[in-house]
């Protein structure tokens, strides 16, 4: 093998003929004018198709501006119990929040028209579909290249942690009492300082040993703040050794902070464009974000389209806009100031309905000695500061509320923070508008020929509908038709949540002051009843993970009756090695040495329990031939579960190259 490459290699004539003379990047503005309002935005390529230039879709991306905004909002609790509220300039709170895996979860569903004809339709969460087909297409290699560019970093399947019944409320006991720290309800994920937890990854000592990396870090969320949360007051030294049992460090500040390297501070990062901390006052931090959105990854359309001069599209996304509410609890612990015990979302708002794109840091502490604040904030970076009251007296607790926001543009969309009093919430100071970028080319004219011999392109791409089986009872049977009828179905993909939707039953409503009355927790999915867990800020599902540990046995999809899998899928590594594994990767997974795709069998097993049946092996006469899909099996979990089912069917259109009219 390496005596032909060393004989290939020997052969080679330096230089080839130029196929293109010029390669340009053209720009374009959406049409909503800086006011995404109305959570939508629609890009139509008008001004590229008189450029008279061959137009590259799949290298084109959106440059999406994203504002996220935090502040204190409900002051009163911290007051009546005689603290003084937390103040955001002397602790830090870099790690506070961040954003769940990809920068696309934005888009909540996409509509393209081509010359006027819909060929693109609108379906809702095809975020999900989309995480899906990164996840199992990208590679470690990717993640290092592109991963900080769009946003991309998986969750840890193992670091993940259960958190129901009641949250710690006002009025509770001191911290010698043991309390139980929660991060959050139900599935969180969203622990940012690796070696907190109460257990390490390596121990094996105590009555629960099988803990993985539970509360002990999620790597992915901790890389994606870490793409947008550069901040000019940082400073790039290491932090010195703990010099006293009370918490204090000698930390080295030579040098300065990163600011202080770069020439006119903030104005540099405006003109420039990056994404960083602009914000950072008394009870507000703000990061302003350029995200990078390829249109590849929205859709297969664009991965397929070939070079295409004269075509109008009309793009249109509906964007998730999201606002939540967080109440922290803080107990009292014999020092001057409080340590942080209990988060709780008291609600969210994603106007679309989709997946809520923000993340919140866990606030607490895992270990019972490491209560006191100045350990915390030296110790594990700094991340708490924004939840530690100070000037409570040592027998009480309390009890703060902050509201997170993000909004695509400039322009903060939280009638909360922008009404609340004493909050400044200024506008973004990057990019105010949607870009879409293009690489525009002009062909050598031999090869323009040679390009236009064949002037009509065929483009075969998939496109996705969207069905759901909601409340699947825990250790239950369920039977499902998703539709009567879909010609050239090409695959099926099912992905489970627990269910916010099954029971009405609250296993805490908190009377306590401090908290909005009513806050229901589900018995069943442990996030707030009515609302689904791929909403909630402590857990990334429906961004790649779905709920943890949901099996499904005696599973099968059935096309028009007849049984996709030959024997009734039982067990979880037949799904696992016969239907996940190699789809969508380089060579399907069968070349050891080249490979793709970030799901292995762990992942699979603890959070990312995808059920994908590949469908589309068929004669040609059969592909337009409308087939039902029914979808059959049981419930392992002991959860009552949603079921978000994908089936991806192909389309075709042909084209003329020159023109762009279709044929």
């Known amino acids: 093998m390496c005596d032909k490459l060393v004989f290939d290699l020997a052969q080679e004539i330096e230089g080839s003929p ?26 139509d390529t008008s001004q590229l198709s008189n450029s008279n230039k061959w137009m590259n879709y799949r290298e084109a991306y959106l440059s999406i501006p994203m504002l996220i905004s935090l502040g204190l909002t409900d002051q009163t609790p911290a007051l009546l119990n005689g603290g003084t509220l937390p103040n955001f300039t002397t602790s830090s709170i870099d790690y506070a929040y961040g954003l769940k895996n990809w920068f696309g979860q934005i888009i909540h569903s996409f509509t393209l028209d081509y010359n006027g004809t819909t060929i693109i339709q609108q379906t809702p969460l095809s975020n999900m579909w989309n995480s899906f087909r ?38 509770a006991p001191s911290v010698s009492t043991a309390p139980a720290f929660r991060s959050g309800t139900g599935v969180c994920n969203n622990t940012t300082n690796p070696g907190a937890g109460g257990s390490s990854l390596l121990s094996e000592t105590g009555a629960y040993d099988l803990t993985f990396n539970s509360a002990s870090g999620n790597v992915g969320f901790i890389k994606r703040i870490q793409n947008v949360n550069f901040s000019l007051t940082g400073i790039p030294a290491l932090p010195g050794f703990q010099t006293s049992a009370t918490g204090s460090t000698a930390v080295s500040t030579n040098g300065g902070s990163y600011g202080s390297l770069i020439s006119s501070g903030a104005t540099s990062m405006n003109l420039i464009w990056k994404s960083y901390i602009q914000t950072q006052s008394a009870l507000v931090q703000q990061t302003a974000i350029v995200a990078t959105v390829y249109l590849k990854h929205i859709h297969s359309f664009f991965n397929m389209v070939p070079l295409l001069k004269g075509v109008f599209m009309k793009m249109t996304m509906n964007l998730n806009n999201a606002t939540c509410g967080v109440y922290c609890t803080t107990v009292a612990s014999g020092t001057a100031a409080h340590s942080p015990v209990s988060l709780i979302c008291s609600s969210v708002s994603v106007p679309t309905g989709g997946v809520n794109p923000l993340m919140v840091s866990s606030p607490v502490c895992y270990s019972a000695t490491q209560v006191n604040p100045t350990v915390l904030n030296t110790q594990f970076g700094g991340s708490f500061g924004m939840f530690i009251q100070a000037g409570l007296t040592a027998s009480t607790s309390g009890s703060v509320g902050y509201t997170l926001n993000l909004s695509v543009g400039a322009f903060c969309l939280s009638q909360t923070l922008k009404s609340t009093a004493g909050l400044v919430v200024p506008d973004g100071t990057l990019s105010k508008s ?67 939707t099954a029971s009405n039953t609250p296993v805490f409503t908190p009377a306590a002051t401090g908290y909005p009355s009513p806050i229901s927790l589900s018995s069943i999915s442990g996030f707030n009843t009515g609302v689904s867990v791929f909403q909630s800020p402590f857990d990334p599902a429906g961004t790649g993970p779905t709920s943890p540990l949901c099996f499904l046995t005696n599973f099968n999809v059935q096309v028009s009756g007849q049984n996709a899998i030959y024997n009734v899928e039982k067990y979880s590594f037949e799904q696992f090695n016969n239907q996940l594994y190699g789809q969508n990767s380089v060579n399907g997974g069968l070349t050891d040495g080249l490979t793709s795709g970030l799901i292995g069998r762990k992942e699979f097993d603890m959070e990312y329990c995808y059920y994908y049946i590949n469908v589309e092996r068929m004669l040609p006469v059969e592909e337009t031939v409308p087939k039902s899909i029914q979808i059959l099996g049981t419930n392992l979990s002991s959860r009552a579960i949603d079921l978000y089912c994908f089936i991806e069917y192909g389309m075709e259109i042909k084209i003329d190259a020159l023109t762009g009219a279709r044929v």
Not at 28 to 34: G, K, V
Not at 137 to 165: F, H, K, M, R
């Open 134 to 171: 990164l996840i199992t297409s990208l590679s470690y290699n990717d993640l290092l290249t592109q991963g900080d560019v769009i946003g991309y970093y998986p969750d840890d399947a193992t670091s993940w942690e259960w958190c129901v019944g009641a949250p710690y409320a006002l009025g």
């Open 434 to 500: 949607v870009y879409l970028y293009i690489p525009a080319y002009t062909f050598n004219p031999p090869f323009e020929s040679s390009y236009l011999s064949s002037p009509v392109k065929v483009i075969k791409y998939t496109d996705i509908y969207q069905y759901q089986v909601l409340a699947v009872p825990g250790g239950q049977q369920f039977n499902n038709l998703l539709t009567n009828g879909i010609a050239n179905i090409k695959s099926v993909l099912i992905l489970p949540f627990y269910s916010g």
């Open 18 to 43: 130029s196929v293109f003379v010029r390669k340009d990047w053209l720009n374009i503005l959406d049409n909503q004018n800086q006011n995404y309002n109305n959570n939508q935005s629609v890009i």
